[in-house]
């Protein structure tokens, strides 16, 4: 499977972002699908998961109560609803896959990987 991220840019702190990631392909509804990011200079880091039958998400703390993952499978599409930004939340954000997978937060599990969009918030 192929993924293209795109949704990323410029907000200020308080705004809002909807990041998605098109997968290419017919097996879209068998691959676990999650979001990752990687801020300046530091590890790239788990942001949130949805399992490939839709029946469990995943979250990091820092960002549950503010971003919402879901996806669309009829456009083989997952979204990332980014509300409350902070300038923390400044990095590339990377869309993964994995076939079959627990939505995990172990970048190992993911097989499949996007380009990544910037997304940067200004305080």
């Known amino acids: 499977v192929q993924l293209q991220a795109s949704g990323g840019g410029l907000v200020q702190a308080g705004g809002s972002l909807r990041l998605s990631c098109a997968a290419s392909?017919?097996?879209?509804?068998?691959?676990?699908m999650a979001w990752f990011r990687q801020a300046p200079g530091k590890e790239r880091e788990f942001v949130a998961a949805v399992a490939w039958n839709g029946a469990s998400t995943y979250s990091v703390d820092s960002v549950k109560a503010r971003f919402t993952i879901s996806r669309d499978i009829p456009k083989n599409t997952v979204h990332l609803q980014m509300n409350s930004l902070k300038s923390e939340d400044t990095a590339v954000y990377y869309c993964?896959?994995?076939?079959?997978?627990?939505?995990?937060?172990?970048?190992?599990?993911?097989?499949?990987w996007g380009q990544g969009t910037l997304v940067t918030v200004s305080s």
């Open positions: 993964a896959a994995n076939r079959w997978g627990a939505a995990t937060s172990a970048r190992n599990e993911y097989d499949y």
């Open positions: 392909g017919r097996t879209f509804s068998t691959y676990t």
